[in-house]
């Protein structure tokens, strides 16, 4: 049982390093990192022409929604095109020929993606702390209180940063059980924007008046709901910008929401993939 259970973490340990071998030489990975490290490095300059904002909450904002919007745009074509990489050059085939089963396949794919989401996460995340220790440097009484600088919360930043994490790896599941009936990997990238943009909106189905008058209004409400993750409660970063407080409850329960549904689309991708005939 023991030696089972090695061997089948060592076949998703092996399908995860050739994801995350093949996903780093991908062309649009680079573009990604080098557009998002970019516009969190020359954010102090885009503040320039904001006059609505303090500058460390600017900062905080533009780093965080650039980790969200090109980490998700990095999750759903990573994943598309290293899906059908795969089974397009037939080494999928190649290697579901040998004992490794469907399940380990789609874990180990997801396990290498999440790992590529991971580095870009942190990599973003550590030039946003860099960008606000260098902002945040020296400064007289007046200035400090002109500009709006407090204190940096490394720490509460860096929790955003692993939250920003979950969110990525949920697009991932998400556009894996996409990938695991589709037929072309357009149509996974097309369906996964799609819906990324619904768990993206999601929220406004619970605004006051939305959702119908009618109980039918409402059960499609709670139906898309349950469906599709709430973006929404990943994006934390817009609390301690405002000198919030991002307490270990609320931390945990975001972290477990997020690990919550990339359990249940693992799960519907392996079972989705299983079926399907190669």
């Not at 993750?229 to 929401?257: C, H, K, S, W």
Request: proline share 2%; charged share 10%; glycine share 14%.
């Amino acid at each position: 049982m023991g030696k089972a259970l090695a061997d089948r973490f060592s076949r998703i340990g092996m399908i995860a390093g050739i994801t995350l071998t093949g996903a780093v030489r991908q062309r649009m990975v680079l573009l990604v990192g080098i557009l998002g490290a970019g516009l969190i490095g020359g954010a102090h300059y885009l503040w320039e022409f904001d006059f609505g904002s303090a500058e460390q909450k600017f900062l905080m904002d533009l780093g965080f929604g650039t980790v969200g919007m090109f980490g998700t745009l990095l999750a759903i074509v990573a994943t598309a095109q290293s899906w059908w990489d795969e089974l397009d050059g037939k080494t999928a085939q190649i290697t579901l020929a040998r004992p490794v089963t469907r399940v380990e396949f789609v874990l180990g794919k997801l396990v290498g993606l999440a790992g590529l989401l991971g580095f870009f996460a942190a990599v973003m995340t550590t030039i946003l702390m860099l960008v606000l220790w260098w902002r945040a440097g020296p400064r007289d009484a007046m200035e400090t209180l002109i500009l709006g600088w407090t204190s940096v919360p490394y720490g509460a930043i860096s929790v955003c940063g692993f939250l920003q994490w979950v969110r990525l790896c949920v697009v991932a599941a998400m556009t894996l059980f996409i990938a695991s009936y589709a037929g072309s990997a357009l149509f996974t990238i097309v369906l996964g924007v799609m819906f990324a943009v619904i768990g993206h909106l999601q929220f406004l189905l619970h605004e006051p008046g939305d959702g119908g008058d009618g109980g039918i209004g409402q059960a499609a409400a709670i139906l898309i709901g349950l469906v599709f993750p709430n973006f929404r409660l990943f994006d934390l970063g817009g609390i301690i910008a405002g000198d919030g407080q991002l307490t270990p409850e609320l931390t945990m329960g975001v972290a477990g929401y997020g690990g919550l549904y990339v359990a249940v689309y693992a799960a519907l991708a392996a079972c989705s993939f299983s079926r399907r005939d190669l």
